[in-house]
């Protein structure tokens, strides 16, 4: 069993349509649906736009690739070829490896900070 997953939401300044979640802990098969389901609540409250922050995120499993691809596909309206209402930022090196690895990096990009991040979503 891993380190508890806990996870904050923040929007952003000037951003009502950019949710930022915080996620901590590890990201894995008992965090998957809370990671959903914290996409599904920020869309459901106007988030068009959803950053995952993975600063505070210690271990990535396959579940937590597979809650990250749901997220992915909540976000993008079926048969659309636009991308990016999905992002992620400040994975650790070893995230960042394990996603790469994984090849999620193709659909879902990783910027070095929140604000660049923020800042790269369409207004």
Known sequence: MGVEFEFTRVIPEGRSNVAVLHLSGWLDAQSEAQLVAAVQQAMDQGAEYVLLDLRAVSTITSA????IQKSFA???????????RLKLCNASPQIYEVLSITGM???VPVYESQDIAVDSFGR
């Open 74 to 84: 909540l976000l993008t309206p079926r048969g659309a070829t636009v991308i990016g």
């Open 105 to 107: 990096l193709v659909s």
């Open 64 to 67: 937590g690739i597979s809650g």
